[in-house]
């Protein structure tokens, strides 16, 4: 996700839907990926520039023009009635 996240640069909801996660999960990991990573290897990780545009799910799909598939499994929790 990081590699792919540095590479590319979608948006956190994209990256949702690529690797099945909330985008708040997105941002935790990436924090976490990126440090872990920079540590290991002991090469700077530099974020992308904050003035660069991110890319959507469409410019993404048109840089990939083989994907065939994005499913999102994400659960949803449906509120149900407690009486009758």
């Known amino acids: 996700m990081a590699m792919v996240w540095l590479r590319i640069y979608p948006t956190y909801e994209v990256l949702g839907v690529l690797f099945d996660l909330h985008k708040s999960n997105v941002c935790r ?3 976490i990926l990126l440090k872990l ?28 023009p083989d994907l065939k598939v994005i499913v999102d499994a994400t659960e949803q929790p449906i509120r149900r009635p407690k009486g009758n």
Do not use: G
């Open 29 to 31: 990991n990436l924090k």
């Open 37 to 64: 990573s920079q540590e290991k290897t002991k090469i700077e990780v530099r974020w992308p520039d904050e003035k660069r545009p991110k890319k959507c799910l469409e410019d993404l799909l048109a840089d990939f």
